[in-house]
């Protein structure tokens, strides 16, 4: 097994270390395309378990990862009993539903690039009183993950607060790594934001600003350098099925919304992942498909604890949403396997 602080620190100096980010010049040495920020230790590093290659930029062939949201550990029980506030001392069934989902996971054949997590990992928030326990309970069930999957987490409203400040993000960079960084797999440009700076940083107006600023210098690096797709994570959906849907708790508000998907769409991110709504949702804008995906965790609509399998090949991504039963019986269909094997 790897070691935790690998497993759960590996977003650092905004970049995932799990992968080597960095290709072959003409000569033999290791090139960075500009706009990619890499920390001390990921330039030194060599290729790191998860990474079949040191040369992520280039395309490979169809892979697939997987994603999961809301795990959130307590939701269960104060939902239950009407008390979200301070009912979220028992989560004994969350744990259960995430060892399926990591046990599932580590069955899968070929395996996932990576297992990214789109936010409310937990559901304490800053300063309330089961959060440590929770969080303990958590990473104790995700470091068993494959040490070849590469877990990938996504800050939540629940992780860093509704209104965060920088002592909150502070706190879950140290638990978790960056709240926002990029990373590239196979060809392919991916990039975590906290969401939550876009919802309310009344308390943090700097830290948005400081968002914005990398995220137009990443964008503008993935226009420059032509990445095969551009993917975002993030936890807060941009909207749930409309574009112009009125704004609520579970989408970013209208104006905000519509700069992003002006902003995704100029620079050709193709598809947004994301939970919040413990359902699943979407729609698209522009060609940018928002993806609403529902929760490991506690479900409030129609829809099974579950994670969604997406598939990148050359010229699409394809996704499916599988219930925790179903990928940990049956595995990844037919299609999907086809798809992989068609250029591999």
Not at 269 to 275: I, L, M, P, R
Request: charged share 25%.
């Amino acid at each position: 097994m790897a070691a935790e602080e690998d497993v759960f620190q590996r977003a650092r100096g905004r970049t995932l270390t799990a992968f080597r980010q960095g290709t072959r010049n003409s000569s033999g040495g290791l090139h960075v395309p500009a706009g990619s920020i890499l920390c001390p230790a990921a330039r030194r590093a060599g290729p790191r378990r998860g990474a079949e290659s040191s040369d992520e930029y280039q395309w490979k062939g169809p892979f697939y990862f997987i994603q999961g949201a809301d795990p959130q550990f307590g939701l269960i029980k104060a939902w239950a009993v009407g008390n979200t506030g301070s009912g979220d001392d028992e989560w004994g069934e969350e744990i259960k539903l995430t060892e399926q989902a990591v046990q599932a996971i580590n069955k899968l054949n070929p395996k996932p690039k990576f297992f990214v997590l789109c936010g409310d990992l937990i559901h304490g928030m800053p300063g309330t009183q089961w959060r440590k326990d929770q969080e303990q309970d958590l990473k104790s069930v995700l470091k068993n993950t494959d040490q070849d999957i590469p877990l990938v987490f996504v800050s939540g409203n629940h992780d860093i607060g509704n209104t965060p400040t920088r002592e909150t993000i502070d706190n879950y960079c140290k638990s978790w790594g960056d709240d926002y960084f990029s990373f590239w797999v196979g060809g392919v440009f991916f990039l975590v934001l906290n969401s939550q700076l876009y919802f309310d940083s009344s308390k943090c107006p700097e830290l948005k600003q400081a968002q914005d600023a990398w995220l137009n210098g990443q964008l503008a690096a993935a226009r420059k350098h032509k990445c095969k797709h551009v993917i975002v994570f993030q936890h807060i959906p941009l909207f749930l099925r409309d574009p112009d849907e009125d704004h609520d708790y579970f989408n970013l508000e209208k104006s905000v919304r519509h700069e992003i998907m002006e902003k995704f769409h100029k620079a050709g991110v193709k598809a947004v992942f994301s939970g919040h709504y413990h359902r699943n949702a979407g729609g698209c804008y522009r060609g940018l498909e928002m993806v609403v995906s529902s929760a490991i965790g506690c479900q409030l609509g129609e829809d099974k604890h579950g994670l969604r399998v997406v598939l990148v090949t050359d010229e699409k991504i394809v996704h499916r949403y599988y219930s925790l039963d179903e990928l940990s019986s049956q595995g990844l269909e037919k299609e999907m396997m086809d798809m992989l094997a068609k250029e591999n």
